[in-house]
């Protein structure tokens, strides 16, 4: 156990994040055909049968091909384009506040008609995107239409950006307006669009100049799309409601006694991907790595909170056997008894001071997570906080999570979705993990941050089983090795218990100097007890 100096536990708040703009990808990695630019950068182009298209990567850029040719008589049918997603999930983002998107290209014959660039969004219906009917806008002037074999950059403002002139009279009553299109934006698309020759039908109407494209084969290479006035992770609830000082709140734990136990009668701990390589179930899960942490807890005094410091070694690998979800270490703390907090049905925020110690750049956010009644692991209601502020506030910065900023996976799909009842949470978590899921070239990382000033806001007294605050057990130390755990420092305590990171009790036994016990691998806390108050400490077995 450790103290905290006045100095180090100042509280500060710190101001919502610089302002920085979201270069979508680097494309660092070279890619030799569309599948390998598709698993790396999530990527796609869309074209037709008679109307193929391709995509590679060269190292900072992607090279999209095309070949025009009109489907028949039918109008307007060789449309191309590159899909560049925000994120590799194809998740649907919230831009609001976009001034601009910047891009660079070279293209290797004119483009006859104009280089558009649209969205895709969540606010858009099957129907609409394939339609085209969407909000973009269309660069069509005669330089930029040009040939360039040297980098030439894009630029569309917001202000510009609407719907197709020939679309508005016909629009929709219910029709999305763009305000709604940029709250759920999950891709960029980027197409170069040719003018046409002859005459042919659409929708069963002739049409003049909508068959036989102008334009045969194009090679447009692109780099750079970047999104100018957008962060990539905001920070959550920057204004802090539902934790405003006139609310009630709960303390869960300030870290005043230098222990795992919290207010509440949970403990903290760590858990980690770890997995055994010789362990065929767990060499198939992609989310098994061979990740350690360890959890240190700094005490405070008067006037000034402790700390709780996570120190993560990350690892994607399991064995020889690199895995994509791989790469992840957590700390985390439950509550007593059933796991259940009375009041918590008032939950107006989570409010805590998170500080980035050091943590490498190939993790970009920790991911504050609750597990609740009858959602799976996998299903998990969170929200990311980016690491950039987190390093970059020097005393720690303070957030504020509300139950509406939690939010499920964007690939889960709905049937496995469930609405997060402030009820039925169970435990809060706070995740390290390595962000790219694709590059097998990053195998490991590492990280530490630390915690504190941990309250429940909405209601005063939330309780949670039962538990004697008066009185607490005299302090205790462990230490395992070789099966046994060898004890000091016990005088007083009646019982121990020995509980698992998921609460359950594993056995108990009478104090003595040492206990041999035979424990899988893994974290475990002890539980010293004696009329009604307990001591809790943690311990490690490693075989």
């Known amino acids: 156990m450790k103290k905290l100096s006045l100095l180090t536990a100042a509280v500060a708040l710190t101001a919502v994040g610089a302002h920085a703009d979201w270069l979508l990808s680097d494309y660092a990695t070279a890619a030799a055909d569309s599948t390998e630019v598709r ?38 049918t060789a449309n191309v384009g590159l899909m560049q997603p925000l994120t590799t999930d194809w998740a649907g983002h919230d831009i609001t506040g976009l001034t601009k998107i910047t891009f660079e290209y070279k293209n290797s014959a004119l483009i ?7 969205f895709g969004s969540t606010a858009y219906s099957e129907k609409i995107a394939r339609a085209g009917t969407v909000y973009g806008y269309d660069i069509k002037g005669d330089s ?8 030439t950059v894009a630029s569309v403002d917001a202000a ?13 009553a219910d029709y999305p307006e763009l305000a709604e299109v940029l709250k759920g934006v999950k891709n960029v698309q980027i197409g170069p669009k040719t003018k046409y020759k002859s005459a042919g039908t659409q929708d069963g109407k002739a049409c003049d100049e909508c068959v036989g494209p102008t334009m045969s084969n194009l090679t447009l290479e692109i780099r750079k799309i970047t999104l100018v006035g957008v962060t990539k992770t905001p920070w959550p609830n920057p204004l802090e409601e539902g ?32 997995g055994s390589a010789a362990v065929a179930g767990d060499l198939a899960d992609k989310a098994k790595g061979s990740s350690t942490a360890t959890l240190d807890i700094t005490e405070g005094g008067v006037g000034f909170t402790g700390v709780a410091t996570l120190k993560a070694s990350l690892n994607k690998k399991l064995g020889t056997v690199w895995h994509d979800y791989a790469g992840w270490a957590a700390i985390g703390v439950g509550f007593a008894g059933d796991g259940l907090v009375t009041g918590m049905d008032a939950l107006t925020g989570i409010r805590f001071k998170i500080k980035g110690v050091a943590i490498d750049p190939t993790i970009e956010t920790i991911n504050f997570k609750v597990s609740a009644k009858g959602i799976s692991d996998t299903a998990l209601h969170f929200v990311s906080l980016p690491v950039a502020e987190l390093v970059a506030a020097d005393e720690g910065k303070v957030a504020c999570i509300r139950p509406s900023d939690l939010n499920q996976a964007a690939y889960l799909q709905a049937a496995h979705k469930s609405e997060l009842v402030p009820a039925d949470i169970l435990k ?3 995740e390290a993990k390595i962000t790219d899921q694709s590059l097998q070239s990053i195998s490991t990382a590492s990280a530490s941050f630390w915690i504190s000033d941990v309250s429940l806001y909405g209601k005063a007294g939330m309780v949670s089983g039962t538990r004697n605050h008066k009185s607490k057990a005299v302090g205790f130390s462990v230490r395992s090795q070789g099966g046994l755990l060898s004890l000091s420092g016990y005088q007083g305590i009646q019982s121990f218990d020995v509980v698992a990171l998921d609460g359950k009790k594993v056995t108990s036994f009478a104090p003595a100097p040492t ?13 010293g007890k004696r009329d009604g108050a307990s001591l809790t400490k943690s311990f490690a077995v490693v075989r």
């Not at 049968?49 to 190292?59: R, Y």
């Not at 930029?144 to 980098?151: C, F, L, N, P, T």
């Open 243 to 274: 934790c405003e000082d006139a609310t009630k709140s709960t303390v869960l734990d300030e870290f005043l006694d230098g222990n795992e136990e919290n207010q509440l009668g949970g403990y903290w701990y760590t858990f980690t991907d770890s």
């Open 144 to 151: 930029a239409r040009a040939i360039h074999s040297d980098w």
């Open 39 to 76: 698993k790396l950068y999530g990527a796609q182009t869309f074209g037709s049968a008679k109307s193929p298209t391709t995509l590679t990567g060269k190292a900072g850029s992607l090279v999209f091909e095309a070949t025009y040719a009109s489907d028949g008589t039918k109008g307007y």
């Open 515 to 527: 206990v041999a016990l035979s424990l899988p691998r893994g974290s475990y806390f002890l539980v």
């Open 112 to 118: 006859t008609d104009a280089l558009s660039v649209t």
């Open 428 to 430: 809060l978590a706070w």
């Open 160 to 172: 510009d950006i609407a719907l197709p002139g020939w679309f508005l009279t016909s629009k929709p």
